[in-house]
């Protein structure tokens, strides 16, 4: 893992969401919020707030893929769909080998470039 800390960049993340007129949390974010129906301005922002997702989440689910597309040099790759602590669910790269539902695994976001175009921010729970 890299400290970005010792660089002047900014260490990768992934953003939620959260509408300021009630407080619910989402990810990702919606255009009008799923509670009290409260628009998101997609440019300014105006009335959401945004926050890291990271920390420690609970592994709900999970699956191997085998069938990966030209280019990778591993055999298969590891997903699964998590629950951080307050709630909000994502999906993601596992980096464990024996991944078991229920699990507590940590979350750290790196930035892909395994497809064409512009790098993106993915999340990795291990």
Do not use: Q
Request: net charge neutral; aromatic share 12%; with cysteine.
């Amino acid at each position: 893992m890299i400290d970005f800390s010792m660089y002047d960049v900014k260490a990768p993340e992934i953003l939620g969401y959260k509408c300021l007129t009630c407080g619910a949390l989402h990810y990702p974010a919606p255009m009008i919020c799923s509670k009290c129906s409260s628009r998101r301005d997609p440019v300014t922002g105006k009335r959401w707030e945004t926050f890291p997702l990271e920390g420690p989440v609970t592994l709900l689910t999970w699956t191997r893929v085998w069938n990966l597309p030209e280019g990778y040099n591993v055999k298969y790759l590891l997903f699964g769909i998590v629950e951080f602590e307050n709630g909000l669910r994502a999906s993601g790269r596992l980096g464990v080998d024996e991944p078991r539902t229920g699990m507590k695994l940590n979350t750290r976001v790196e930035e892909s470039d395994e497809r064409p175009g512009k790098p993106v921010n993915v999340f990795v729970f291990e």
